[in-house]
């Protein structure tokens, strides 16, 4: 199964650790985009990368948080400094091109911060 | 105010029974996507829409965007227990809009099917 491969499913941190979480998008994808789903809330975009370059980041909070898709290697969506309120679901998608091209989702990464 | 409404919230059926989910929006949909998730898990992707008055069907799930591109409807026939799940639709409802990447996702429909 050639999926959008994500992981760990579930990760927990302790409030002041680093959260890094990683996305291998699908065989043939080189755009890559990070969403977020809050408790209670629908998923909500936070980022969209091609390889080595962030073409929009308008969804991603201005501190703490940071994401990054080199050239060899998985996307990583980074976390510092985590607190409570950063608990959620981060999924990952991919897609062949950025028009009339529908993302295809990973299993996402459940963290909780304790 | 939700910029992608959808109706109903939640849905329980018969196994064998139709079934119609809307997804409406005040503004023009360049992009219409459907998604179907099981709890705890990813989101997997059932239709993509972008022409006023397109249809598309797989197996028996079929979705339409109206005319005036503002609505969607996702219907099945003849439900099974393997169709339960959360039904969400998504579009970029940005001013730029058109964007099928940038989406805004309703809050999702909630089907169970009883067999």
């Known amino acids: 199964n050639a999926g959008v491969m994500q992981n760990p499913r579930h990760l927990v941190r302790r409030r002041g650790q680093e959260a890094r979480l990683r996305c291998s998008p699908m065989?043939?994808?080189?755009?890559v985009y990070w969403y977020r789903q809050l408790p209670e809330e629908g998923l909500k975009f936070m980022v969209y990368l091609q390889k080595e370059n962030i073409i929009d980041e308008s969804g991603m909070p201005k501190e703490r948080f940071s994401a990054e898709f080199p050239k060899e290697g998985p996307s990583i969506l980074r976390i510092q400094q985590v607190v409570r309120g950063d608990s959620a679901a981060y999924f990952c998608?991919?897609?062949?091109?950025?028009?009339?091209?529908?993302?295809?989702f990973g299993n996402g990464t459940r963290l909780t911060v304790t | 105010s939700q910029e992608l409404e959808q109706s109903p919230q939640s849905l329980i059926v018969q196994e064998g029974k139709n079934l119609t989910i809307n997804c409406t929006s005040s503004?023009?949909?360049?992009?219409l996507y459907w998604y179907k998730q099981k709890y705890g898990e990813g989101l997997i992707f059932l239709m993509m829409?972008?022409?006023?008055?397109e249809e598309k069907s797989h197996e028996k799930i079929t979705a339409k965007l109206d005319e005036k591109k503002q609505q969607s409807s996702l219907h099945i026939t003849a439900s099974q227990p393997s169709h339960a799940g959360i039904y969400l639709c998504?579009?970029?409802?940005?001013?730029?809009?058109?964007?099928?990447?940038?989406?805004?996702f309703g809050k999702g429909t909630l089907l169970t099917v009883n067999p």
């Open positions: 065989k043939g994808h080189s755009h």
């Open positions: 503004k023009t949909l360049y992009g």
């Open positions: 829409l972008q022409k006023g008055g």
């Open positions: 998608a991919s897609s062949v091109s950025s028009y009339n091209s529908p993302l295809h």
């Open positions: 998504g579009a970029d409802v940005s001013n730029s809009g058109g964007s099928n990447y940038k989406l805004t």
